[in-house]
C-alpha cells in the first residue's frame, strides 16, 4: 500500500495533534482533498474552503470521478463523525495546510 499524499503536511504542522486519531483522520482527508484539486486543477485556496465547508460535496464528486475513486469513501467516513471531532480532524487539516503555506524563516519575499 503506497503512502497517503499528505505525510508530510502533518509533519510540519505547528503544533503536533494532541489526538492520534484526529491526526489520522486529518491525514487521510487531506491527501483526499489534494487529490480532489489535483482532478479539479485547483489549489491550495480551493482546499481550504472545502476544509471551511465539510457539506460541499464537490470534493467527494471528484473523487469518485478521479483516479481513486475509493478515498470518497474514506471521507465520506469521516465527515458524518460527531461534530466535536469532526471540527478538530477539520481543524487539525486546516492548521496542517497552513502551516506548510508560511515561507520559510530567511525565505520571506521582500
Known sequence: MRPWPATGLLEHSPQPPHNDYWAAHAHVLLSAYLMAAAVDGSG???I???I???DDGRPLELLRTGPVPTWAQ????IL???AHDVNCVL????DALRANLQPA???EPG
Do not use: Q
Open 52 to 54: 471551511a465547508a465539510p
Open 74 to 77: 474514506e471521507c465520506e467516513a
Open 48 to 50: 481550504l474552503a472545502w
Open 91 to 94: 481543524f487539525t487539516a486546516r
Open 44 to 46: 491550495v485556496e480551493t
Open 80 to 82: 458524518p463523525l460527531p
Open 105 to 107: 524563516a530567511g525565505n
